[in-house]
């Protein structure tokens, strides 16, 4: 089949609710009963931040995932029509559209509450699998592990491709790592082409302490792997080579869709036909500017 996209995303249709506590000097005073204001930002974010970064660098880019019938979900789906990305979302009635509170602490660190909403309903009907085998790339994340019918359909489209598609995972959180830790290896060596995961996943998910071994664990059952190291960079590895890759220094606001500009990055990097260094160092230089703005979303094409 023709391959006329060159990345579809499925999964977590999410409306992120981002609220900034960079000014507060003790945070466990909160805890306790105590009280501060913050300017919060809304915007469409989930799995679909890959999809409109990679938007934004210029490739034909798709998402699936499910909504619910709410402000939010009209919010989201219209977020994917004006950022030219091919929508395959399906509306649940029962539900309310997902959506992620972000707490954003002093030094860019951030915490999740997620209320899944509809996707936790995503069935494989939802999704449009002559879109999916059209795709150069297929993405997807550890958070549809949560959900058990949705992961079933994530994985259910995915062994419906041929070889010619290439699966890209992120585990999403290092809890999850711990969590689904069996499920993702399976995964992983049955589907996987590149994982993307930082080294807090990566530890959880292979047990090990060195980056060495961590990255020897993982070239055993996929074919790249992309390591993400903060502040120091990131380390891109394939069977054959290994490049060490440094981050741009920069004072970091918020890291929030950093990871998700990274894989973005890679993946367009790879499209192009550039080197693993050269691509990991586009994916590098992207992230580094989303950490210093307020959000998941920073719009790289300006």
């Not at 995303?9 to 105590?34: C, F, H, K, N, Y």
Request: aromatic share 8%; with cysteine.
């Amino acid at each position: 089949m023709e391959k006329n996209i060159d990345l579809i995303v499925i999964g977590d249709a999410m409306v992120d609710v981002v609220l900034p506590l960079t000014d507060i000097e003790d945070i466990r005073s909160l805890s306790q009963g105590g009280v501060t204001n913050t300017r919060m930002s809304i915007s469409p974010g989930g799995a679909a931040n890959v999809a409109y970064y990679m938007s934004k660098l210029g490739g034909r880019t798709a998402f699936t995932g499910r909504i619910g019938d709410d402000y939010y979900g009209r919010l989201f789906a219209d977020d994917l029509t004006n950022h030219g990305i091919t929508a395959n979302v399906s509306t649940d009635p029962n539900e309310n559209t997902g959506v992620v509170h972000v707490l954003v602490f002093p030094g860019g660190e951030r915490f999740f509450i997620d209320d899944r909403g509809a996707n936790a309903n995503l069935a494989y009907e939802d999704i449009d699998l002559n879109m999916v085998k059209s795709s150069r790339f297929v993405y997807f994340l550890g958070y549809s592990f949560q959900d058990e019918l949705a992961i079933r359909s994530i994985i259910r489209a995915i062994d419906d491709i041929s070889g010619d598609t290439r699966v890209v995972f992120n585990p999403g959180a290092p809890n999850l790592a711990t969590r689904f830790r069996k499920e993702f290896i399976d995964t992983i060596r049955e589907y996987v082409d590149i994982i993307i995961l930082n080294e807090a996943e990566a530890k959880y998910l292979t047990q090990c302490d060195s980056n060495e071994d961590i990255l020897s664990f993982l070239l055993t059952m996929t074919n790249i792997v992309a390591l993400t190291r903060g502040e120091l960079g990131s380390i891109v590895a394939s069977k054959n080579e290994m490049h060490f890759i440094e981050a741009p220094l920069v004072e970091p606001v918020d890291t929030t869709g950093a990871g998700d500009a990274y894989s973005a990055g890679l993946i367009y990097g790879l499209r192009q036909g550039w080197d693993l260094r050269k691509a990991g160092g586009s994916a590098s230089k992207i992230a580094s500017r989303v950490v210093t703005y307020l959000g998941a979303r920073v719009d790289i094409s300006a």
